[in-house]
């Protein structure tokens, strides 16, 4: 059973560097698209960056330059660094895995290409 847990999320000025975690189980990173959504009051989820096993990343273009995924397979670890934090940014920041890693190969996946999710955490940034 695959499960994701957020952490890292927090209350930050505009302009610093935040990293959010996720910690999983149950995930074959060699052969999973993982991903990094986030959501903002009202507005529907959105696609911010995905990392396939070989490294292959792509971003959304409202965080292109600021925002950087990893994946540590021995941590079974994901991360999203952020920097350069826009008070835009601010939202419910969820992480994803989809086994059919061939998601990753083509566009930024939508939301619903991926079938696990973990609970969220807020990242709030202020001007």
């Known amino acids: 059973q695959v499960q994701l847990v957020e952490s890292g999320g927090g209350s930050v000025q505009a302009g610093v560097s935040l990293t959010l975690s996720c910690a999983t189980s149950?995930?074959?990173?060699?052969?999973?698209?993982m991903g990094w959504f986030r959501q903002a009051p009202g507005k529907e989820r959105e696609g911010v960056a995905v990392?396939?096993?070989?490294?292959?990343?792509k971003y959304a273009d409202s965080v292109k330059g600021r925002f950087t995924i990893s994946q540590d397979s021995v941590k079974n670890t994901v991360y999203l660094q952020m920097n350069s934090l826009k008070p835009e940014d601010t939202a419910m920041y969820y992480c994803?895995?989809?086994?059919?890693?061939?998601?990753?190969?083509?566009?930024?996946?939508?939301?619903?290409?991926?079938?696990?999710w973990g609970q969220g955490t807020q990242v709030t940034v202020s001007s």
């Open positions: 994803a895995a989809e086994k059919y890693g061939g998601i990753c190969g083509g566009r930024l996946p939508r939301e619903y290409e991926f079938n696990t």
């Open positions: 149950g995930v074959a990173f060699n052969y999973y698209c």
């Open positions: 990392i396939f096993s070989d490294g292959r990343t």
